[in-house]
C-alpha cells in the first residue's frame, strides 16, 4: 500500500501532463540570441503571438522587441532579440526574472501565458525550512562543465582553435547567480607565471585561480548558498604531491573560514542544515586525489564522480546519458555536454563548442525532463543558459519535498 501510494505521488508530482501549455526562453550558445520553445497550446490558432520585451509588461506590449506568429501547437524560435551578458560584480538580487519577458496572447487579444528569463542565486536557501533535512545527494544540481572556461570577450568563443575550449558565458559568478551549485574547476601551477595557480581547460590557461576563488567568496558571502567547488585533473604542474599539498594550503588560507569542514567521517552525508548551521562556511572543497582527501580529511571532501560518455554526436550521448548507473550514496555528475574528439579540434567541422551547445542543450533538457531528473544528482552542461537544466532542478526539488 505504501509503494502504491508513494507511484501515485511521483505521478502526480513528477508526470507533467501533456495538456499544460508550457513557454520557455534559453539563450544560445554561439549567437547569445534568445530562443522561444513553447507546446501544447492546444487551443492554438493562426493569430496568436508571442512577444518579447525588455519590461514585465502590463497588458498587450506597444513597441515589443520582437513578436513571432505562432505556427503550431508546439515550436521553437531563435529569435533576433540579442542577449547581452554583462559580467555582474554585485549579486544584490533574489530569484526572479530579469532582462527578458515573454507573453503568449491569442488571436482574440488574450494573454494566457507569461514567462521570462530567470536567475535563482538563493534557490537553496529558499528551500531551506523544507529541505533542510536532506543531504546534498537527494538534491539535483545544476552544475558547469569546465567552468572557468570563459572569456569576457564573448567574440572569442568562436575564433579558432579557442571555440574548442570555452565552455561558459557566464563567468563564475554568473553561473552562481543563475543558479549553477557544482563548479568544475581544473587547477594548474606555473612556476615562472606572475599569478602561479590557474584554472585551465586542458593545457589552455583560462582565468587566474584567485579570480576564480574570489567570485565564489563574494556569491557565498552575500547569499549564504552553498557551493560544491569540485577540483580535477590538475592538467599542469602537478607531478608531485607536495605540489597538491601547497593547493591545498593556498585555498584554506584564501577561503578561510567559507570551506566546510566534515567531522572526519560524515562528508557528503551532512544535511544542508548541518552545513549552514556554521555562520560563514558554505564552500565545499570536492577534491578528487584520494591521498590528498585522507591527508586533509577535515578540511576536504571527497571528489564527485563525473559520467562522462566522451561522445561526439547527439544519439550517441542520449544512449549513453540514458545507461549511467548513478550512486544512491555518493555524489556523481552527469557530464551532459558533446566532448570534439583531437581530430575535430585539428579539422573544426562543428565550429566549436558553443555551436556543439546548440546542438544538444535543447534536447538535454527535454531528455532530463522526461525521463532523467527523478535519479540525476548533479548535471554539468556547457553554456548553461542554453539549457533549462536550472529552472528543471529548482522545480524538481521543491516537488521532492511534496511525496517524501
Same mark, same amino acid.
Given at each position: 500500500m505504501v509503494v502504491f501510494l508513494y507511484v501515485i505521488a511521483f505521478l502526480v508530482h513528477?508526470?507533467?501532463?501533456q495538456s499544460t501549455p508550457y513557454l520557455s526562453l534559453t539563450v544560445s550558445a554561439k549567437w547569445n540570441n534568445i530562443e522561444i520553445t513553447y507546446r501544447n497550446f492546444s487551443n492554438y490558432s493562426p493569430g496568436d503571438i508571442i512577444f518579447l520585451t525588455d519590461h514585465d509588461p502590463v497588458g498587450i506590449p506597444s513597441s515589443p522587441l520582437e513578436e513571432y506568429r505562432v505556427e503550431g501547437e508546439q515550436g521553437y524560435k531563435r529569435t533576433h532579440v540579442h542577449y547581452s551578458y554583462s559580467y555582474p560584480t554585485i549579486v544584490g538580487m533574489t530569484s526572479g526574472c530579469h532582462k527578458i519577458w515573454a507573453l503568449y496572447v491569442t488571436s482574440v487579444g488574450e494573454i494566457i501565458y507569461k514567462t521570462c528569463l530567470k536567475n535563482y542565486p538563493t534557490w537553496m536557501n529558499?528551500? +531551506?525550512? !523544507? +529541505?533542510? !533535512?536532506?543531504s546534498l545527494r537527494s538534491f539535483i544540481i545544476p552544475g558547469t562543465h569546465d567552468s572557468g572556461s570563459y572569456r569576457e570577450n564573448q567574440a572569442m568563443k568562436n575564433m579558432y582553435p +579557442?571555440?574548442?575550449?570555452?565552455t561558459q558565458d557566464d563567468n563564475i559568478l554568473g553561473q552562481l547567480i543563475h543558479g549553477a551549485r557544482y563548479l568544475d574547476i581544473r587547477p594548474a601551477y606555473y612556476e615562472d607565471s606572475k599569478d602561479k595557480w590557474y584554472v585551465n581547460h586542458d593545457f589552455v590557461i583560462q582565468q587566474p585561480l584567485t579570480v576564480v576563488m574570489d @567570485?565564489?567568496? @563574494?556569491?557565498v558571502k552575500e547569499t549564504k548558498e552553498v557551493v560544491i567547488f =569540485? +577540483?580535477?585533473?590538475?592538467?599542469? =604542474?602537478? &607531478?608531485n604531491f607536495s605540489r597538491h599539498t601547497q593547493l591545498v594550503e593556498f585555498m584554506e588560507s584564501y577561503f578561510g573560514d567559507y570551506i566546510v569542514r566534515s567531522n572526519g567521517f560524515s562528508y557528503w552525508s551532512m544535511t544542508l542544515n548541518e552545513i549552514?548551521?556554521?555562520p560563514k562556511a558554505r564552500i565545499i572543497l570536492a577534491y578528487d586525489k584520494e591521498s590528498i582527501f585522507y591527508e586533509y580529511r577535515l578540511m576536504l571532501f571527497p571528489g564527485v564522480f563525473q559520467h562522462? =560518455? !566522451?561522445? /561526439?554526436?547527439?544519439?550517441?550521448?542520449?544512449?549513453?546519458l540514458r545507461k549511467v548507473q548513478r550512486s544512491s550514496i555518493f555524489p556523481n555528475s552527469d557530464m551532459a555536454e558533446l566532448t570534439p574528439s583531437a581530430w575535430d579540434v585539428l579539422t573544426n567541422p562543428h565550429g566549436g563548442l558553443s555551436q556543439m551547445a546548440d546542438d544538444v542543450n535543447l534536447r538535454l533538457s527535454n531528455l532530463y525532463e522526461n525521463e532523467l531528473l527523478r535519479e540525476a544528482n548533479i548535471i &554539468?552542461?556547457?553554456?548553461? /543558459?542554453?539549457? /533549462?537544466i536550472v529552472e528543471l532542478a529548482v522545480k524538481a526539488n521543491e516537488k521532492r519535498f511534496n511525496i517524501q
Open positions: 513528477f508526470v507533467k501532463p529558499d528551500m +531551506l525550512p !523544507n +529541505l533542510g !533535512n536532506l +579557442l571555440n574548442y575550449y570555452i @567570485q565564489v567568496i @563574494q556569491f =569540485g +577540483l580535477k585533473e590538475f592538467p599542469v =604542474g602537478f &607531478s549552514v548551521s556554521h562522462w =560518455g !566522451n561522445k /561526439r554526436t547527439w544519439p550517441a550521448l542520449e544512449a549513453y &554539468s552542461v556547457d553554456f548553461i /543558459r542554453g539549457t /533549462r
